[in-house]
């Protein structure tokens, strides 16, 4: 999904349509795959377009966020970050590089929902689960492993 005209028909899925801000923005972004900051993002997308300003950026992001084209994640220090990826993922994040790492784990999703379970956890229905580890790397040259 990062062709142009494949992001124009995401714009419009949602009702929004389909203005050049949003198309670099969603562009940029599904480009970085690192979970960028507010100021990432416009860095990244005012080297094309240089009269773009910080607040617009941040505006045309934040809407994108509300109509589920991009989601949030929070690190410890409570800066925001965002995710082009919408499918159900955990995050390890690294307190010394602030990388923020996708991971995928079902197994860790069934443990979790055995845990409520277990725990007898009333009037909830999970919707879903978004598990955030903090830690370091032990390496920083290297990439966090998932095996
Ligand atoms: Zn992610």
Redesign the pocket.
């Known amino acids: 999904m990062n062709t142009l005209s494949q992001i124009k028909e995401l714009l419009t899925s949602v009702g929004l349509k389909a203005t050049h801000q949003r198309l670099v923005i969603l562009e940029a972004l599904r480009k970085m795959d690192n ?1 960028p900051t507010i100021d990432q993002i416009y860095n990244q997308v005012s080297e094309d377009n240089p009269s773009i300003s910080l607040a617009t950026v941040y505006k045309t992001t934040e809407a994108l966020v509300e109509k589920g084209l991009l ?1 949030k ?1 929070s690190t410890p220090e409570g800066l925001m970050r965002y ?3 919408l499918d159900s ?3 390890i994040y690294c307190i010394n590089t602030k990388e ?3 991971f995928y784990d079902d197994e860790l999703d069934q443990l979790i929902i055995e845990f409520f379970k277990k725990k007898k956890v009333n009037n909830l229905k999970i919707k879903n689960i978004s598990v955030r580890i903090n830690g370091e790397k032990l390496d920083p040259r290297k990439n966090v492993l998932i095996k």
């Open positions: 979970h989601a994640v995710d082009a990826r993922h955990g995050h923020l790492v996708d």
